[in-house]
């Protein structure tokens, strides 16, 4: 079977399986982290401890409740264990590949991933472009981080020119100031744009003061960083599109994308299990703010088992459009960027960095 046919086979899969019911995901999920536990019990000394540690062997994680006993896998402690890393993987899940994180905290850590995660990311990313309707016989700009100087392509690259033709791509480079990256949207007439969301912040903030109307962009697609409401209303308004946001890591690929019916945002459910826990280590429940701890079903490479990324998030409901995927109201960001208040409650603040040029032009 050609890489095509795989990659088409798995799209038909989620399509499927995100219209289970929740119950039915959880089961799959169980199955999922029995053979993957199973596996790292064999092939990960570190994984090895840490079930040691608690008296746990791999089959007790399948079991109702079962992942919650074994504890927290923290940043710091994936950075120092030298003897994560699984010393063999199944057939079929190579090449193996390395991949670090920014480092936006001062701790990047790197993760080994394999040839199965990466078409797990092909086909969530491809998912979300079938949510949102994109048309792939438009143009689509993407400023990205990983650009180094700004290019055209002939069409929108991988996922999509797996499955479908598609329009020319202009990729540029985030470190591009936004003068020169406005100067290039006018000329390429993107309808589609992928930016980050300080990035669109800027874009925003020129075309407000400069007065000139934007160009025709029908779909923004936020990705890498938390995007505020007001980010996202002011784009809205400007350009008259639709906005979408999508919430992935490094480590682990695309966690949640946006539903395009309720705005929820949908959990991975078929790659990864998202818990959001409070300072209590109990499940938040539908609005209820903790911080995400992952664990990633189909990474046979290194054992992210009750993963802690360093984010907060907000719990969610069950969604109204009929998918019993999970879904998070809203990414709220890094622990970092909270402030603490008297009360002991903590807060994400608005800065209003987007209003520095009304002090300061």
């Given amino acids: 079977m050609s890489n095509r046919e795989n990659f088409a086979k798995l799209l038909r899969q989620l399509d499927e399986l995100q219209w289970q019911s929740p119950e039915a995901l959880q089961d799959l999920q169980l199955r999922q982290l029995g053979a993957l536990a199973a596996h790292f019990e064999l092939y990960s000394p570190q994984f090895q401890s840490r079930l040691r540690n608690k008296r746990l062997q791999a089959r007790d994680l399948a079991q109702p409740g079962g992942l ?7 940043r710091r402690e994936l950075q120092q264990a030298r003897d994560i890393f699984c010393t063999a993987v199944p057939d079929g899940h190579t090449p193996i590949s390395e991949t670090q994180t920014s480092g936006s905290t001062g701790e990047p850590v790197v993760v080994r991933r394999t040839a199965l995660n990466q078409l797990d990311w092909l086909a969530t990313t491809m998912r979300e472009h079938l949510w949102h309707k994109r048309d792939f016989s438009k143009r689509i700009c993407v400023v990205r981080a990983n650009v180094t100087e700004a290019f055209c392509a002939l069409d929108w690259g991988a996922p999509v020119n797996l499955l479908f033709k598609s329009a020319p791509l202009l990729a540029l480079p985030i470190r591009m100031n936004i003068g020169q990256q406005i100067e290039f949207l006018k000329e390429f007439e993107p309808q589609t744009l992928l930016v980050y969301p ?6 925003l903030s020129e075309y407000e003061s400069s007065g000139e109307k934007p160009p025709a962009i029908r779909q923004i697609l936020s990705m890498g960083e938390t995007l505020s409401s007001e980010t996202r209303e002011t784009a809205m308004r400007m350009f008259s599109a639709q906005v979408a946001d999508m919430y992935s890591s490094q480590e682990l690929g695309n966690i949640a994308l946006q539903c395009p019916d309720s705005g929820l945002y949908h959990v991975m459910a078929e790659n990864l299990i998202v818990e959001v826990l409070a300072d209590d280590g109990a499940s938040c429940r539908d609005g ?3 911080r995400l701890v992952i664990t990633d079903l189909r990474n046979y490479a290194t054992p992210l088992i009750r993963y802690e990324v360093g984010d907060y998030a907000e719990a969610g409901p069950r969604c109204p459009c009929g998918r019993g995927l999970p879904t998070l109201r809203r ?16 807060h994400w603040p608005l800065v209003g960095f987007h209003k520095f040029r009304a002090i300061a032009p």
């Fill in 288 to 290: 209820g703010i903790g």
């Fill in 68 to 74: 919650q006993q074994l504890p927290i896998l923290r």
């Fill in 198 to 203: 300080s990035n669109l912040a800027g874009i």
């Fill in 331 to 346: 990414i709220l960001g890094r622990e970092r960027n909270l402030i603490l208040m008297p009360d002991s409650t903590r």
